[in-house]
């Protein structure tokens, strides 16, 4: 069965940390592009970062520029969103999803219908509250 799974998720304290961790199974992410994703409860999805499938290049919403990392580990076949000095408003389901894409391609994208075409996973929560 082709399928991401991410775990990581629970409860942080404002300014605590998080490390998302976004796992394929039945394919390998070698050629695939990887977007995060998050969702609150009455919000609409919204993109949060990518990598490239050559790992090289990343892309940050401005929301998470310079709190968020995106990684990727290919032997492991994972992906990672390490988040640090998280704030209230990060709270919500997050979604890891890929589309094939180019190592040759030098940019990644994080709207969804970008990845409409490959792979999503099923969510995990992540709590942000004293």
């Known amino acids: 069965q082709l399928q991401l799974v991410e775990s990581g998720g629970g409860l942080a304290q404002p300014g605590g940390s998080l490390k998302l961790s976004c796992a394929a199974s039945?394919?390998?992410?070698?050629?695939?592009?990887i977007g995060w994703f998050r969702q609150a409860p009455g919000k609409e999805r919204e993109g949060v970062s990518c990598i490239t499938s050559s790992g090289e290049n990343t892309g940050y919403a401005d929301s998470v520029k310079g709190r968020f990392t995106v990684s990727r580990d290919d032997s492991k076949n994972t992906v990672y969103l390490e988040m640090t000095n998280l704030k209230p408003e990060d709270a919500g389901i997050y979604y890891c999803?890929?589309?094939?894409?180019?190592?040759?391609?030098?940019?990644?994208?994080?709207?969804?219908?970008?990845?409409?075409?490959?792979?999503w996973g099923q969510g995990t929560q992540v709590t942000v509250s004293s």
């Open positions: 039945g394919f390998t992410l070698d050629y695939y592009a």
């Open positions: 999803a890929a589309v094939r894409s180019p190592l040759i391609r030098r940019s990644c994208v994080f709207y969804a219908s970008h990845y409409d075409g490959g792979y």
